[in-house]
Structures are given as structure tokens and as C-alpha cells.
């Protein structure tokens, strides 16, 4: 049994949180311990395309993503979040900068040394991915069967305390045409958690769901993290859940951060792309129409006008 098992078998979803320690109770001048990084990007730099085509997508981005915290990337449609995502399981190389996973430099791994690094990680996608033949069991039993050579018994073991993490116990035997998107979604996590991952990356966990199911989503991605000591990446657009849910949230504009910081102080930042995000304008710097180039003129230089 893995040592976040063991976790499990105390794990109750309904119980109190332990009492938090206050100000009155917290030691005087006793310094804020710091979280260990799990995973940095240092000046990574991505660009596509050729000549005239070719976008800067990622510029001189710099983040680090501590062990058991929950960090959400935000930011407006094309800004770059996917791109980050794809850099940190390793499906990108960056153009120029660095990754590092727990300490260790993999920028220059081959495909062989990033299928083990990828084995610290879990994913859960927008889409749920849940093989639509394969029962709700087989489907959370998959990486386990893939990856290792536990027996049968362990498996289902397994595959049962990690439904039951994510409350749906019993539903083994039931197709992903018999869920409702809600569940879906649970059972990726499930599924994402399978190996007893290090690290997991959720690509917009709530979107698509009613806000009592967003709820139920939150709560178990802070579960899983603070419980099992995961370290979380949320890109998502929610952006009530993500002031929920993490502890830093890192906002991209054109490829760039430019807000890194805790929920309160989103809140309260006074930069106006921040801003006009929190609002949902629809009018601000961050601007609706993804062309670089002036319509105006783009219908000059055609003779239009
Ligand atoms: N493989 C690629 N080839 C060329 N351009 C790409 C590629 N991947 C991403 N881009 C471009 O990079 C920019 C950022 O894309 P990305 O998918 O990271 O945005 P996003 O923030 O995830 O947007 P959304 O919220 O719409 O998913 C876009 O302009 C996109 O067209
Ligand atoms: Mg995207």
C-alpha cells in the first residue's frame, strides 16, 4: 500500500477541518514556512509560425509551482494558457529558458527520460477522456494496468478508494453514457489520481457544470491537494472558483504574467487588464478581436478603401 493510501484510509470528505492555528495561538515572530517548488519555468520563451507569421506565444515567463498549493492560470482566450500547460507536462519545448521538476533541470530530456518524469504526473481534461466502451472501473484501473504490475485484487482495491475520494463508490460497473457530466468529471480525477501522482494538471476542471457541481469540483481539487500533498495546476476560466480554490493565481496577457498573486490580492490589484478580467468587460486593453492588424487599414492595403 502507497503512503498516500494510507492517507486515504483516514480520509474522511464530511469531517472538520482541523482548527486553524490564529494569531493568538501562532507563535510570536515565528517566520511563515516556505513552501518547497515542485516545478519552475525560468524565462521560458515559446514563438510559432514563419516571417510574417511568426507570434511570440510565450515571452520571458517565469513561475513556480509550490508543493502542495493549488495554482490556477487565468487569462482572456488565446493569451497563452494551453501553451504553458503543454510546456510543463513536456509536450512543448521551450525556444529558449529552463524547466525544472523537483529540482532537476528537464529542458533537454528525450522522450524516454520525460515518460519517467511524466509518471509524478496526472492529468484530468476538459473533455473528461473517458474511454466510452470501458466501464467507470476499467477506466480508473487504466493507468494502473498500464503503468505497474500490481494484481488484480490491488487494482480493484485501488480503483475503489479513489472513487471513493471522489464520492462515487459503487458506480464501478456503470459507461460514461450513464454519468452526468458532473461525474464524468469526478471520474477523471479519480482517474488522474490513480498512480499517486505528484503533480496534477486540470484543463478547465468546471467548465461545462452547474455551479453546485463546480462546488463539489473545488472541493475535492483542494482535497486531493492539501490531504495528499499534490501539487495542483488549474487553467480555468471560473473565475469565482479559482478564488476558491487557489492559493496563487497567475494571470496571462499576450504571453506574458501580469499578475501573480494571492485571490485577495486580485482583488484588489489596480491594473486595468486584471480589472476589466474580474469585471467580464467586454471594453478594455485586453481587446475582443484577436487581429494585430487595424481592420481599417487591412482593408486599405486590399484596395477596399
Ligand atoms: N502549435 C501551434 N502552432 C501555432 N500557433 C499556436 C500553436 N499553439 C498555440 N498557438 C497560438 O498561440 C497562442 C496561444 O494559444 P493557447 O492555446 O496557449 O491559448 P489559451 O490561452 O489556451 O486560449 P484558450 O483560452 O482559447 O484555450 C494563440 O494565438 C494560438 O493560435
Ligand atoms: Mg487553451
Do not use: W
Not at 524547466?99 to 528537464?106: L, Y
Not at 458532473?182 to 476542471?205: C, S, T
Not at 506574458?256 to 486584471?274: A, C, L, Q, Y
Not at 494585430?292 to 477596399?304: A, I, T
Amino acid at each position: 500500500m502507497t503512503e498516500a493510501d494510507k492517507n486515504l484510509m483516514y480520509f474522511n470528505p464530511d469531517e472538520e477541518e482541523s482548527p486553524k492555528q490564529t494569531a493568538a495561538t501562532a507563535p510570536k515572530d515565528a517566520p511563515e514556512p516556505k513552501p518547497e517548488i515542485m516545478m519552475e519555468l525560468r524565462d521560458v520563451s515559446k514563438a510559432f509560425g514563419e516571417g510574417d507569421q511568426r507570434i511570440m506565444v510565450l515571452e520571458g515567463f517565469n513561475a513556480t509551482f509550490e508543493k502542495g498549493q493549488v495554482t490556477s492560470i487565468m487569462g482572456g482566450s488565446g493569451s497563452g494558457k494551453s501553451t504553458v500547460l503543454k510546456h510543463m507536462i513536456g509536450a512543448y519545448k521551450p525556444d529558449s529558458g529552463k524547466i525544472f521538476v523537483d529540482g532537476e533541470d528537464i529542458t533537454g530530456f528525450n522522450q524516454k527520460q520525460m515518460d519517467t518524469v511524466r509518471k509524478k504526473f496526472g492529468f484530468m481534461f476538459q473533455s473528461g477522456a473517458l474511454f466510452q466502451s470501458m466501464s467507470v472501473e476499467e477506466n480508473v484501473a487504466l493507468p494502473l494496468r498500464e503503468h505497474t504490475d500490481l494484481n488484480e485484487t490491488t487494482i480493484k482495491i485501488m480503483v475503489k478508494l479513489k472513487l471513493e475520494m471522489v464520492g462515487l463508490r459503487g458506480c464501478e460497473h456503470l459507461k460514461p453514457a450513464q454519468l452526468s457530466g458532473g461525474m464524468i468529471k469526478r471520474i477523471a480525477l479519480a482517474r488522474a489520481i490513480a498512480l499517486d501522482p505528484k503533480m496534477v494538471f486540470y484543463d478547465e476542471p468546471s467548465a461545462g457544470l452547474d455551479p453546485i457541481s463546480i462546488g463539489v469540483i473545488d472541493k475535492l481539487i483542494v482535497d486531493l491537494t492539501k490531504k495528499m500533498g499534490i501539487t495542483a495546476v488549474v487553467v480555468t476560466h471560473e473565475l469565482p472558483s479559482a478564488m476558491r480554490i487557489s492559493d496563487k493565481i497567475i494571470m496571462l496577457f499576450k504571453g506574458k504574467i501580469v499578475f501573480e498573486g494571492s485571490p485577495e490580492e486580485i482583488r484588489t490589484s489596480d491594473d486595468p487588464r486584471v480589472i476589466q478580467f474580474i469585471n467580464g468587460s467586454p471594453d478594455g486593453p485586453i481587446p475582443f478581436s484577436k487581429s494585430q492588424v487595424d481592420l481599417g487599414e487591412e482593408l486599405k492595403q486590399m484596395n477596399f478603401l
